[in-house]
């Protein structure tokens, strides 16, 4: 039986996780009964609290359990999308088929509600994202901004940049999606005969950009499993 090598895994199994953690993101922002808009003198019901409504999985549902069934409906945004950069964009780079797209998670004993990008952006309002890691965690923010990006206004979304980092702006919203370059997350620093020095007990300059953001997801994982010369 073929093996598949261990880095080949890596992607997928993060993609889950980031997943997971937005969701359960979604979930925790708010206890009790969802936010209500209300206009003028009463409340009236609008597309985001009717995803708010909708039936949850409970939340010691474990969504690492579970297996990848195809989904005609997918993907849930296009290949198109102006965020995704050119060297992670499969169709871009010549791929003809499609499919590999049409993937969905389904945990074994539970249901996962299909993602919204109002809920989500109302769940998220005022507040800050930040997505840590190498080049699988920029993939994981594309994706993630792609999911969003197309239920906001051209004029109501901008990008930024600040040293390592990229943030996406929802501006009605006042939140951001923000990725922040650090592969190892420790400091990595060149000293003496261009030696790159790893420091484990430093982590100052790339924390430094993670500093009053509200929620933090990050990868790592990748760097520590290489052999050889390059063994941690």
Avoid at 127 to 141: A, C, F, N, P
Avoid at 184 to 207: F, P, Q, T
Avoid at 225 to 230: L, N, P, R, S
């Amino acid at each position: 039986m073929a093996t598949i090598p261990r880095h080949k895994l890596l992607t997928p199994l993060l993609f889950l996780l980031t997943f997971c953690l937005c969701f359960n993101l979604s979930l925790s922002f708010h206890d009790g009964e969802p936010p209500v808009k209300r206009s003028g003198g009463g409340e009236k019901e609008d597309e985001v609290t009717k995803f708010q409504s909708l039936e949850r999985p409970s939340r010691d549902c474990d969504l690492t359990m579970g297996e990848w069934v195809f989904d005609a409906s997918y993907p849930l945004y296009e290949g198109s999308c102006p965020f995704l950069s050119s060297q992670l964009s499969c169709r871009r780079n010549g791929r003809p088929d499609s499919d590999y797209e049409k993937w969905r998670w389904k945990p074994r004993r539970c249901s996962l509600p299909r993602f919204n990008a109002l809920d989500f952006l109302e769940r998220i309002r005022m507040k800050r994202v930040m997505l840590v890691g190498d080049s699988i965690m920029r993939s994981q923010w594309e994706s993630l901004v792609c999911l969003v990006e197309a239920v906001i206004p051209v004029d109501r979304k901008l990008v930024s940049s600040n040293g390592p980092c990229v943030a996406f702006h929802a501006l009605d919203y006042e939140a951001s999606i923000e990725f922040s370059w650090a592969p190892l997350l420790v400091e990595l620093r060149e000293e003496g005969e261009k030696k790159r020095i790893l420091h484990l007990d430093s982590i100052e300059e790339n924390a430094k950009y993670w500093r009053e953001v509200d929620v933090l997801m990050f990868d790592s994982a990748h760097w520590w499993t290489h052999t050889g010369k390059w063994s941690s």
